[in-house]
């Protein structure tokens, strides 16, 4: 079983459902709403936990229910917690999540995790050459990464980084990083490019993502929605399809997807193939509502892993004849 150590963030996510976004300073009706445990971090954390992965959570909570509810809802998932600390001067993060059409848009108060900072990771940094792959995002102070990322791959560890939510990131950092998974729009912005392209997120050049994918070999992965995932070998750039689905909700996807994405690194996989487990692990994440609980099952992915074989042979089947 592999061992995986998630640094990131954990909240508490305000779940609202309506059919129409509103504008500033409207009312609209929403249809439904709904709490649910989340962070970027604790979201990667239970996904990769859920896919047969030996978990450890390393994070900040606040003394207040959601910090002990938040715990409690670790230990559920099987997921250690021995190194998240208690907080006393900051409440515990939260978001407000707005579901609309499968689609959604979000606001993070950081809370307690603004403390999973640089002092937080040096009581931690030696506990963490213990596991095979540890994983981040930005929902943490971004001076933590700078810090621990260096010494990680000094020590040969093997890191993901998934950049959201998105910001410039150091050439020292990008480099020192083993892999990093932003979508198609963050990746514009974690190379600073984001200012010439645009208000205008469809007006992204594919030739300068292209570009960028073939200058950072084995380590850029960029997920693109519903047209896969791109990464380089050096030479080209090789996509790697989604399954196909009814989404139902995408919050939470990319979380399953780098979860997914840090499971397939640590057992060993190839990165297409860590990228093809990620992919569907994702895409049946959307098939139901809120984050964590929408995250498969290994079981379930191994299933539509065997169904997807199954469809791609009678489909070259029937092409033969």
């Known amino acids: 079983m592999p061992k995986i150590a998630v640094v990131g963030s954990i909240n508490l996510d305000y779940v609202v459902e309506t059919n129409v976004l509103p504008d500033a300073g409207e009312t609209v009706l929403g249809q439904g709403y709904f709490f649910s445990h989340g962070g970027k971090g604790a979201n990667q954390a239970v996904a990769a936990s859920r896919l047969g992965a030996d978990v450890f959570m390393f994070g900040s909570l606040g003394q207040d229910e959601t910090g002990y509810s938040s715990k409690e809802n670790l230990i559920h998932h099987d997921i250690n917690i021995d190194h998240v600390q208690e907080i006393t001067k900051a409440p515990s993060g939260v978001a407000f999540i707005e579901v609309c059409h499968s689609e959604n848009r979000i606001i993070v108060v ?71 998974t932003p979508n198609e729009y963050e990746y514009a912005i974690i190379f600073g490019i984001d200012s010439d392209q645009g208000s205008d997120k469809s007006s992204l050049n594919e030739e300068a993502l ?79 509502r809120g984050a964590q609980s929408g995250m498969p099952t290994r079981a379930e992915v191994e299933q539509r892993a065997k169904e997807e074989v199954m469809k791609h042979e009678a489909k070259g089947h029937l092409n033969a004849n």
């Not at 979380?255 to 840090?262: E, I, L, N, R, Y």
Request: glycine fraction near 8%; proline fraction near 6%; include cysteine.
């Open 110 to 180: 950081p809370g307690a995790n603004e403390y999973t900072d640089t002092a937080y990771i040096k009581k931690v940094a030696n506990e963490l050459l213990a596991y095979d792959v540890i994983v981040f995002q930005l929902e943490t102070p971004l001076e933590m990464l700078e810090y621990i990322i260096p010494i990680l791959h000094e020590k040969g560890k093997t890191t993901i980084v998934n950049p959201a939510p998105a910001q410039r990131l150091s050439e020292n950092l990008i480099e020192k990083t083993t892999y990093l």
């Open 210 to 288: 292209q570009s960028f994918l073939i200058k950072h070999p084995n380590k850029l992965v960029v997920t693109c929605g519903s047209k896969g995932v791109c990464y380089s070998d050096g030479q080209d750039v090789i996509w790697v399809p989604p399954i196909q689905v009814d989404p139902v909700d995408s919050t939470g996807a990319g979380d399953t997807f780098s979860g997914a994405f840090a499971v397939g690194i640590a057992e060993g996989k190839s990165l297409y193939d860590s990228i093809q487990f990620a992919n569907i692990a994702a895409g049946l994440s959307v098939m139901r």
